[in-house]
């Protein structure tokens, strides 16, 4: 039979202050009922000193516990004091404090003679009276009086460790948990001595001491037993080994003796070395990794580096494991459905992951999430553009990591079978916006055993916990240098400077954007005429920075853009324009917005419009013509117009100012950030950057390559398939066919 545990009672005391000033008891005493504290004590100042009843008051609540482990007589588990010398402060003491030390309750660097100046960062013990000469007797004997006095009273055990010791606390204190600190507890790697060794150390026969090199540990209770015998012990020293000195001093005057068992030389690892961690710093081969795995301490660690190589190793390891639990709690939740009733618990029943959101329910046939279909070389989807790719770039690694995860599961659901060989049969994926990507696969596979088994497979790659990530330094205020590349004063240019006047002139605060113009003489007179244009608008806004960078030779992009970049600082913002663009105010504000120096340039996708003779035709097209699939495209295949720091642009390498006429200039600027080992390119749509319409003929002395990109370009921009086939139509009944 189960009892419940009595109430504390505790005697009457009727010479105990009451809990308030004043007349009254506890509800229920012989007093009658509590009551509230007297107004007139509550309000009443004292001129001279406190009434007694009032010392009482004060005094009763003043020593009430703090924290419920104070008033029960709890300790914290572990305190760790590191033997360290003055030079190892700011290398093996710093990355100590910086991995495994800020997971102890506590831990501390003794390092005799340390200043404030090189213990800044540290909670370092200087040890004062104590040399920093080796061997560290002194020092340790120093170290374990500190404990003794300062700390046995808060903690239940307590770790003499050295400063190339690395330690996993987590696991250390699940393991003390186990033990008993109020028994005297001597615990660590024993150590005998070799037979030739034992009269060097002035060890008897069955002393056992622990080696100093993978810790030893102390419960509360030796080192209470050991206290009173350390300067005795410590002026009776008999070797250079501080380790033995203090094991003979357990041994002789507190009888304790260190452990002896063979899980503890597992526990405490003697023999890591750097040679373990190789490329991804994982350990090389299966066998050291169980050791590691396994071990609670690792000595000696002596390269500053690895301890943060051990802590990333042990981090993950944990992480893994923490999965393994997770999974595990999932499964047996999953369970209890089979004894649940169907109409009270639905979620038991359901056939989605536990603990994530149901799949999204369409509300109609037009909101439907369909499914891409994927082989193991081609990817299918429902995209009028690209119906089928090969699988290439992140589609393949997605693909690649299914198929892994599919044939895992596949040998799970066979008793951990090898998986000797398997095909892929179907593949599909969709993407989830309310919790992820969901997969089916057929496998037919061929197992270890030799069967060959089928298997459809459902399974889901949910989205993580949202995590805020910290985004680049951008100036949200830097001017932007607009360059442009013209030849001659034709139409689409002064309709350029029409749109830079009324986006960055004529807004009531001016916009900080300076305009550089880059023009090819290439008649008589054009330098000039285009100056003529520019003069006017310089007078009406006389704050606006306008200039002008002639240059010698035939048009070309390429050229004519390098010439502008070369007229800006390395610290200013550049934005690559054509003349036949327009944009807005937001557009300048997203390429401040999306570009960092010495990190990341912006290339916008263009919204190219189609004619308007065939998006309106017969009709005068509005001022703002909409985005929509009749009006314009999205040129995802041009990456003409750039945002970009003059440092960054030099860095990549700059145009190909040998690329003579139209095209391919833009794509190769672009092939040299995306491979930038810092500098990424930012691509997204802009939907203030818009291509006004105008005919062009492609050259036939461009290159093979420019002229089919050059024709591709004017099919694509120049209406839709919808309206080209009915233009199309109405030609062919036009003439009666």
Same mark, same amino acid.
Not at 317 to 337: D, F, H, P
């Given at each position: 039979?189960?009892?419940?545990?009595?109430?504390?009672?505790?005697?009457?005391?009727?010479?105990?202050?009451?809990?308030?000033?004043?007349?009254?008891?506890?509800?229920?005493?012989?007093?009658?009922?509590?009551?509230?504290?007297?107004?007139?004590?509550?309000?009443?100042?004292?001129?001279?000193?406190?009434?007694?009843?009032?010392?009482?008051?004060?005094?009763?609540?003043?020593?009430?516990?703090?924290?419920?482990?104070?008033?029960?007589?709890?300790?914290?588990?572990?305190?760790?004091?590191?033997?360290?010398?003055?030079?190892?402060?700011?290398?093996?003491?710093?990355?100590?404090?910086?991995?495994?030390?800020?997971?102890?309750?506590?831990?501390?660097?003794?390092?005799?003679?340390?200043?404030?100046?090189?213990?800044?960062?540290?909670?370092?013990?200087?040890?004062?009276?104590?040399?920093?000469?080796?061997?560290?007797?002194?020092?340790?004997?120093?170290?374990?009086?500190?404990?003794?006095?300062?700390?046995?009273?808060?903690?239940?055990?307590?770790?003499?460790?050295?400063?190339?010791?690395?330690?996993?606390?987590?696991? *250390? %204190?699940?393991?003390?948990? #186990? !033990?008993? $600190?109020? /028994?005297?507890?001597? +615990?660590?790697?024993?150590?005998?001595? @070799?037979?030739?060794?034992?009269?060097?150390?002035?060890?008897?026969?069955?002393?056992?001491?622990?080696?100093?090199?993978?810790?030893?540990?102390?419960?509360?209770?030796?080192?209470?037993?050991?206290?009173?015998?350390?300067?005795?012990?410590?002026?009776?020293?008999?070797?250079?080994?501080?380790?033995?000195?203090?094991?003979?001093?357990?041994?002789?005057?507190?009888?304790?003796?260190?452990?002896?068992?063979?899980?503890?030389?597992?526990?405490?690892?003697?023999?890591?070395?750097?040679?373990?961690?190789?490329?991804?710093?994982?350990?090389?081969?299966?066998?050291?990794?169980? *050791? %590691?795995?396994?071990?609670? #301490? !690792?000595? $000696?660690? /002596?390269?500053?580096? +690895?301890?943060?190589?051990?802590?990333? @190793?042990?981090?993950?390891?944990?992480?893994?494991?923490?999965?393994?639990?997770?999974?595990?709690?999932?499964?047996?939740?999953?369970?209890?459905?089979?004894?649940?009733?169907?109409?009270?618990?639905?979620?038991?029943?359901?056939?989605?992951?536990?603990?994530?959101?149901?799949?999204?329910?369409?509300?109609?046939?037009?909101?439907?999430?369909?499914?891409?279909?994927?082989?193991?070389?081609?990817?299918?989807?429902?995209?009028?553009?690209?119906?089928?790719?090969?699988?290439?770039?992140?589609?393949?690694?997605?693909?690649?990591?299914?198929?892994?995860?599919?044939?895992?599961?596949?040998?799970?659901?066979?008793?951990?079978?090898?998986?000797?060989?398997?095909?892929?049969?179907?593949?599909?994926?969709?993407?989830?916006?309310?919790?992820?990507?969901?997969?089916?696969?057929?496998?037919?596979?061929?197992?270890?055993?030799?069967?060959?088994?089928?298997?459809?497979?459902?399974?889901?790659?949910?989205?993580?916990?949202?995590?805020?990530?910290?985004?680049?330094?951008?100036?949200?205020?830097?001017?932007?240098?607009?360059?442009?590349?013209?030849?001659?004063?034709?139409?689409?240019?002064?309709?350029?400077?029409?749109?830079?006047?009324?986006?960055?002139?004529?807004?009531?605060?001016?916009?900080?954007?300076?305009?550089?113009?880059?023009?090819?003489?290439?008649?008589?007179?054009?330098?000039?005429?285009?100056?003529?244009?520019?003069?006017?608008?310089?007078?009406?806004?006389?704050?606006?920075?306008?200039?002008?960078?002639?240059?010698?030779?035939?048009?070309?992009?390429?050229?004519?853009?390098?010439?502008?970049?070369?007229?800006?600082?390395?610290?200013?913002?550049?934005?690559?324009?054509?003349?036949?663009?327009?944009?807005?105010?937001?557009?300048?504000?997203?390429?401040?917005?999306?570009?960092?120096?010495?990190?990341?340039?912006?290339?916008?996708?263009?919204?190219?419009?189609?004619?308007?003779?065939?998006?309106?035709?017969?009709?005068?097209?509005?001022?703002?013509?909409?985005?929509?699939?009749?009006?314009?495209?999205?040129?995802?295949?041009?990456?003409?117009?750039?945002?970009?720091?003059?440092?960054?642009?030099?860095?990549?390498?700059?145009?190909?100012?040998?690329?003579?006429?139209?095209?391919?200039?833009?794509?190769?600027?672009?092939?040299?950030?995306?491979?930038?080992?810092?500098?990424?390119?930012?691509?997204?749509?802009?939907?203030?950057?818009?291509?006004?319409?105008?005919?062009?003929?492609?050259?036939?002395?461009?290159?093979?390559?420019?002229?089919?990109?050059?024709?591709?370009?004017?099919?694509?921009?120049?209406?839709?398939?919808?309206?080209?086939?009915?233009?199309?139509?109405?030609?062919?009944?036009?003439?009666?066919?």
């Amino acid at each position: 039979t189960r009892h419940s545990a009595p109430a504390l009672q505790l005697p009457p005391d009727k010479s105990a202050p009451l809990p308030y000033p004043g007349k009254g008891a506890d509800q229920g005493g012989e007093d009658g009922p509590m009551h509230h504290p007297d107004p007139d004590m509550v309000n009443k100042k004292f001129d001279g000193e406190m009434p007694v009843e009032a010392k009482q008051q004060q005094l009763h609540f003043g020593n009430r516990p703090l924290t419920v482990s104070e008033e029960l007589g709890l300790h914290k588990t572990l305190y760790v004091g590191v033997v360290t010398a003055k030079k190892y402060l700011k290398t093996r003491a710093t990355a100590i404090n910086n991995t495994w030390g800020r997971f102890v309750p506590k831990v501390n660097f003794f390092a005799p003679g340390a200043d404030s100046e090189e213990g800044r960062d540290l909670p370092v013990i200087s040890q004062e009276g104590v040399d920093d000469s080796y061997p560290p007797q002194k020092k340790v004997f120093s170290m374990l009086k500190y404990m003794c006095d300062k700390l046995k009273d808060e903690f239940d055990w307590f770790l003499r460790a050295d400063d190339d010791l690395f330690l996993r606390p987590e696991e *250390l %204190m699940e393991f003390l948990h #186990t !033990l008993d $600190p109020q /028994k005297p507890v001597y +615990m660590g790697q024993p150590g005998i001595g @070799f037979k030739r060794d034992r009269e060097r150390l002035k060890l008897r026969d069955g002393e056992i001491y622990c080696m100093g090199g993978t810790g030893v540990f102390y419960s509360r209770s030796a080192l209470e037993r050991i206290r009173p015998h350390l300067d005795a012990c410590l002026a009776e020293v008999m070797t250079y080994h501080e380790d033995v000195e203090v094991g003979r001093c357990l041994s002789r005057k507190a009888g304790l003796q260190c452990t002896w068992n063979y899980e503890l030389g597992k526990l405490l690892y003697y023999d890591i070395s750097e040679k373990m961690f190789r490329g991804d710093d994982i350990p090389s081969d299966s066998n050291t990794r169980m *050791l %590691m795995t396994r071990a609670l #301490t !690792l000595h $000696p660690v /002596k390269d500053p580096p +690895m301890y943060y190589k051990l802590q990333k @190793f042990y981090t993950e390891l944990r992480i893994t494991n923490t999965y393994k639990k997770l999974e595990n709690l999932r499964l047996q939740r999953q369970a209890l459905c089979l004894y649940m009733p169907s109409n009270s618990f639905p979620e038991f029943h359901q056939y989605w992951p536990v603990d994530l959101p149901p799949p999204y329910k369409p509300k109609n046939r037009f909101d439907v999430l369909t499914w891409e279909y994927f082989t193991n070389k081609t990817l299918f989807q429902n995209v009028e553009q690209l119906p089928s790719v090969g699988l290439a770039g992140s589609d393949k690694v997605d693909a690649e990591n299914a198929v892994k995860t599919a044939l895992t599961l596949v040998s799970q659901l066979h008793d951990n079978q090898r998986v000797a060989s398997f095909t892929l049969v179907n593949g599909y994926r969709r993407l989830d916006p309310t919790r992820g990507m969901d997969y089916v696969m057929d496998i037919s596979a061929k197992l270890g055993s030799g069967d060959a088994v089928a298997e459809r497979l459902k399974f889901l790659r949910p989205f993580g916990d949202v995590q805020l990530v910290s985004e680049l330094k951008v100036d949200p205020y830097a001017a932007v240098n607009i360059i442009v590349p013209v030849s001659g004063v034709p139409d689409r240019f002064r309709a350029f400077l029409d749109n830079y006047e009324k986006v960055c002139l004529k807004s009531s605060k001016l916009v900080p954007a300076k305009l550089i113009v880059v023009v090819f003489a290439k008649l008589v007179g054009d330098l000039e005429r285009v100056k003529g244009v520019l003069e006017p608008l310089q007078q009406r806004y006389p704050k606006a920075v306008i200039r002008v960078v002639p240059i010698e030779g035939e048009f070309s992009r390429a050229a004519g853009l390098h010439a502008g970049a070369q007229s800006v600082a390395q610290n200013e913002l550049m934005f690559f324009v054509d003349a036949d663009l327009d944009f807005k105010e937001g557009f300048l504000r997203r390429c401040r917005r999306n570009t960092a120096i010495g990190a990341q340039a912006y290339f916008p996708v263009v919204f190219m419009l189609f004619n308007p003779d065939v998006v309106y035709p017969g009709k005068t097209p509005p001022k703002d013509v909409p985005i929509t699939r009749d009006t314009g495209h999205w040129a995802s295949y041009a990456f003409g117009m750039v945002c970009a720091y003059r440092k960054d642009y030099d860095a990549v390498g700059g145009f190909d100012v040998s690329i003579q006429g139209w095209g391919a200039e833009d794509v190769k600027l672009y092939d040299k950030f995306v491979a930038s080992p810092s500098i990424r390119a930012f691509r997204a749509v802009d939907p203030d950057l818009i291509h006004r319409f105008h005919m062009k003929a492609c050259d036939p002395k461009l290159s093979e390559n420019q002229f089919r990109m050059c024709v591709g370009a004017l099919a694509e921009g120049y209406a839709s398939k919808t309206q080209l086939a009915n233009l199309y139509l109405k030609s062919k009944m036009s003439k009666g066919s």
